[in-house]
């Protein structure tokens, strides 16, 4: 019988990067105590990021350009989902252009939503492949340590029992009531209590008692674990579980708290997809996820895993990045202060959901077509081919068009047009192998932006309609990695 574990990983971090020491500057007059913190930079959403578009980028990562109409589910772990009533892995699944006789879900309300979905999934996945992704948009109130620790970003897993890179040994659930922390309905922050509490009587007590039970029943030792990952902002306490545990100090993975901070619920995930990226055959990688009792994962690398890396993961996310000083900026893309935008930006914002449904595949999907008769790509897909020399009618058939890559044709940079982050950047894409589209660009590196420059298709938010708590998502143009970006 085959065995169920991880057969592909991807990863995604946004490209920005706010340097602590900005936060702190701000605040320090008010909290002296935030100077512990202030060293490192945190990973910070762009405005048209969240976590449902971090989700498709990693998955993006995770299933590559290879066919997708194996994957049967999708599973989405966060607790900052961006709909309350809404599915949200089911966006997800439209905009990676999956199948639509698919299961989707959402896990979400606690920390551990991360290591129990991926439990979950692989449970599932031993009967057909499940994309399980983690995911976290973390918003802290301003002036928190919280603020200084907490970190974006994603990752996705491929699951199931097709010669897997990392087989799945075993899992043991602890559930324990213990609050290190929560977030009430109608409130927008979490509460944390004392930390010492939460490590003494918290990690240091339920994290051993669910690694232990675990051990007991699989056929491995403690002292067999090459990778021991365990997403703790607080100082020292990866070290001091290991040192009770009985794991080998230099298999402590790092936290990623200088570089990135606490992806949250999604940050079991991001180390474990960090670690894949790195692990050579042969390796025992044991997880464990905290909140609300503990999951302990364990897993075993196969000699599938240096031929599956990942074409951009952690590691590649990390070493794109674009320094972030402008502390307003961060709080405004995190709607943490209420700012005027100005006249231009009072207009009506509601999305029509009767053409949105229509047009799914158009909007989400980024489906344009094809000409059977001459070969033209054109988007969006029409009855009639665009192509002069041919104009046949119904000859289109639907052609995906997110993974092309393409060049910027022509831009225009406009300071008058609403923009949270302007100026607002726009124009001409010419796609590799045919077809062109005006569009929004993102992420823009104004010191090399220019015709010419290669260009990337990503899953953004178009608008934001606070009115209805609706957002229109879209997809738009960012300059890839090798064009300027700063590593």
Partial sequence: MSKTGITA????????????????????????????????????????????????????????????????????????????DRQNAGIVAEALNLPENLSTLDITSSQRA????????????????????????????????????????????LVGTDDPIATFLGGHTVSIDFVDHYRGQHHEFDYDWEERWIRDEGYMKIVPEAVGALFAKVDKEVTDVDRFIIPAALRGVPAM??????????????VLQGICGDTGAAHAVVLLAKALEEATPGETILVAGFGQGCDALLFETTDKITS??????????????????????????????????????????????STLYRNRKMLTGFIGG????????????????????????????????????????TYTADSLTFSLDPPAYFGMV???????????????????FDIGVPVRMQFRVREYD??????????????????????
Wanted: aromatic share 6%; hydrophobic share 35%.
């Fill in 9 to 84: 990983v991807g990863g995604y971090i946004p490209r920005l990067r706010m340097q602590r020491a900005k936060i702190v500057e701000a605040n320090a007059w008010a909290n002296s105590a935030l100077k512990g913190y202030a060293k490192g930079e945190r990973s910070m959403c762009n405005w048209d990021e969240d976590s449902v578009t971090m989700a498709v980028e990693a998955a993006r990562d995770c299933l590559g350009n290879g066919p997708r109409d194996a994957v049967t589910a999708v599973h989405l772990a966060s607790t900052t989902l961006p709909f309350a």
């Fill in 114 to 157: 991360g290591t129990s979905g991926l439990i979950n999934a692989l449970n599932a996945a031993a009967n057909s492949p499940v994309l399980f992704a983690a995911a976290e948009h973390r918003r802290s109130q301003n002036g928190t340590p919280q603020e200084l620790l907490a970190g974006d970003g994603a990752a996705a897993l």
């Fill in 241 to 254: 579980l290991a040192k009770r545990l009985g794991i080998k100090d230099e298999a402590v993975c790092d």
């Fill in 308 to 353: 599956r890396r990942p074409g951009r993961g952690i590691n590649g996310s990390l070493a794109v990045r674009a320094v972030e000083e402008n502390y307003n900026k961060f709080q405004s893309f995190n709607q943490t202060v209420d700012k005027d935008f100005g006249k231009r930006g009072e207009v009506d914002k509601q999305t029509a959901l």
């Fill in 370 to 409: 094809k000409c059977t008769k001459c070969g033209t790509v054109q988007f969006p897909k029409s009855r009639y081919c665009v192509n002069p020399n041919c104009g046949a009618l119904d000859t289109q058939e639907d052609h995906a068009m997110a993974d092309t890559p393409g060049k910027v044709n």
């Fill in 430 to 448: 010419q796609f590799d192998g045919g077809g062109r589209l005006m569009v929004d660009f993102t992420d823009v590196d104004r010191d090399s």
């Fill in 466 to 487: 606070d009115e209805r708590g609706f957002r229109k998502y879209f997809w738009k143009a960012v300059q890839t990695a090798s064009s300027g970006a700063e590593a």
